[in-house]
C-alpha cells in the first residue's frame, strides 16, 4: 500500500494552469524529491498535498483513504515549511508540543515524547530557550522535531535548507537522511537543488511548467535523461545535433562534420529523441588536438550506450562521477528530408 498516491492532480487559477495531470505514488519509507526550477508547481503539489491548497481537479489519497476534500488538521501528514514557521512567543518545548496539544495528547505522555523527539534532534537541553536564541540550524532542528513528534504517516519538506549556508546545508541534509531512514517515515522533499536531490532521494520527480518531465532514481535521471530539460538542468551536458546517415532494423549511424557514431539503437527514434536531443549519449576518447576534426580519433566512434558517466568536472555528480563528460545528441533523419545540423550549442573542443 502507497503511503501517498496522486492521481491527475492539477491545479489552475483562472486561465493559468500551475500544476497540470501530476501523478505519482510513494511507499512507506521512502524519500521522494519533486525537482524542478522556480514556478514549476513543485511547492503547489505539496501544498496540495497537505491540505492548504485545494486542488481544481483529480486525486490524492494518503495511506488507504481519499484524502482530496480531508481538511488539514485531519490528514496525517506534517509539513516543515521553507521558514520554519517556529511560534515566536514559546519555547523550544512548547513548539514541538503544540502538535500534540491540539490532538488532545496527556500532558505526561506529551512531555515525554517531546523529550523524545528533542532527543532525536539533539536538542536536549534546549527547552527553555525561545527561537530567537538558537541558530539557522537550530530552529530548523525543532521544526523538524515538531514534525515527527506527531508520528506522521507521511512527512512533507518545503526547501528547508534553503535559508542555511552551504556548510551547515550539507551537515543538515545528511542529518535528515540518517533520521527518515531510521524512522522509516514517507517523505516528500521540495527543491530546486540539484546536488540535494540526487543526494537524498529513493526517486526523483523532475517538474517543469507543471508537469512532470521524468520520474526515476536518481542515476537514471543522471544518466538516461529522457528529455532535452532533464538533461540540461541536472549538471552539465554538451548538446551535439547529429544527423542520421544511415538506419537498419536495430542500429543507426550518427553523423556531424568530421566524426560519426555507429551502432547507435534504432529505438531512439521510435522513442521520441527525433526531435528532443536528451538520452542519447557515446563513448569518446580525449582528442590529440584541440579541434575534433583534426583528430583521425574522432572520425569513427563506437556507440556505447550510458558507458561514460556524466561529471562536472569532477566537483560535483551521483557516487562520485569522474572527469568525463557524457554528451546528449539532437538528430535528424537526412534520408527523409531532414535539415543539415547546426552548430553545436557548445564547443566540442571544450573538453578539460
Same mark, same amino acid.
Request: overall charge positive; some cysteine.
Given at each position: 500500500?502507497?503511503?501517498? !498516491?496522486? =492521481? $491527475? &492532480?492539477?491545479?489552475?487559477?483562472? /486561465? #493559468?494552469?500551475?500544476?497540470?495531470? +501530476? %501523478? ?50 485531519? !490528514?496525517? =501528514? $506534517? &509539513?516543515?515549511?521553507?521558514?520554519? /514557521? #517556529?511560534?515566536?512567543?514559546?519555547? +523550544? %518545548? ?61 512527512? #512533507? ?196
Amino acid at each position: 500500500m502507497s503511503s501517498i !498516491r496522486l =492521481v $491527475a &492532480l492539477t491545479k489552475r487559477y483562472g /486561465a #493559468l494552469t500551475v500544476v497540470d495531470h +501530476v %501523478s505519482f505514488a510513494g511507499e512507506r519509507g521512502e524519500f521522494v524529491t519533486l525537482l524542478g526550477p522556480s514556478g514549476c508547481g513543485k511547492t503547489t503539489t505539496l501544498r496540495m498535498i497537505a491540505g492548504f491548497v485545494v486542488p481544481t481537479s483529480g486525486r490524492i489519497e494518503i495511506g488507504d483513504r481519499d484524502a482530496t476534500q480531508v481538511p488539514p488538521n485531519r !490528514r496525517d =501528514v $506534517a &509539513l516543515v515549511f521553507q521558514n520554519y /514557521a #517556529l511560534f515566536p512567543h514559546m519555547t +523550544v %518545548s512548547a513548539n514541538v508540543a503544540f502538535g500534540l496539544r491540539m490532538r488532545g495528547i496527556g500532558r505526561d505522555e506529551r512531555n515525554m515524547r517531546v523529550a523524545q523527539a528533542l532527543e532525536m534532534v539533539k536538542l536536549r537541553g534546549f527547552e527553555d530557550r525561545f527561537p530567537k536564541a538558537l541558530s539557522g540550524g537550530q530552529q530548523q532542528r525543532v521544526a523538524l522535531a515538531r514534525a515527527l513528534v506527531i508520528n506522521p504517516q507521511l512527512l #512533507l519538506l518545503d526547501e528547508p535548507f534553503g535559508a542555511l549556508d552551504k556548510q551547515l546545508r550539507d551537515h543538515m541534509r545528511d542529518e535528515l537522511s540518517v533520521l527518515q531512514r531510521r524512522l522509516g517515515i514517507a517523505t516528500v522533499f521540495v527543491t530546486h537543488d540539484q546536488q540535494e536531490a540526487l543526494a537524498l532521494s529513493d526517486r526523483v520527480i523532475v517538474m517543469n511548467g507543471g508537469r512532470i518531465e521524468q520520474i526515476g532514481k536518481p542515476t537514471d535521471i543522471y544518466e538516461r535523461p529522457r528529455s532535452r530539460f532533464v538533461a540540461e538542468f541536472l549538471g552539465r551536458s554538451n548538446l551535439i545535433e547529429m544527423q542520421v546517415r544511415e538506419l537498419r532494423a536495430d542500429t543507426m549511424r550518427l553523423a556531424r562534420g568530421g566524426f560519426s557514431v555507429r551502432d547507435a539503437p534504432a529505438a531512439a527514434l521510435r522513442d521520441g529523441y527525433r526531435d528532443d536531443p536528451a538520452g542519447v549519449c557515446f563513448d569518446h576518447a580525449r582528442p590529440r588536438s584541440r579541434h575534433p576534426r583534426r583528430s583521425h580519433r574522432f572520425r569513427d566512434i563506437p556507440w556505447r550506450e550510458h558507458a561514460v558517466a556524466r561529471g562536472d568536472g569532477g566537483r560535483s555528480g551521483v557516487g562520485g562521477a569522474g572527469r568525463t563528460k557524457r554528451d546528449a545528441i539532437r538528430f535528424t533523419d537526412a534520408g527523409r528530408g531532414g535539415r543539415r545540423a547546426s552548430r553545436s550549442r557548445r564547443r566540442v573542443d571544450r573538453w578539460r
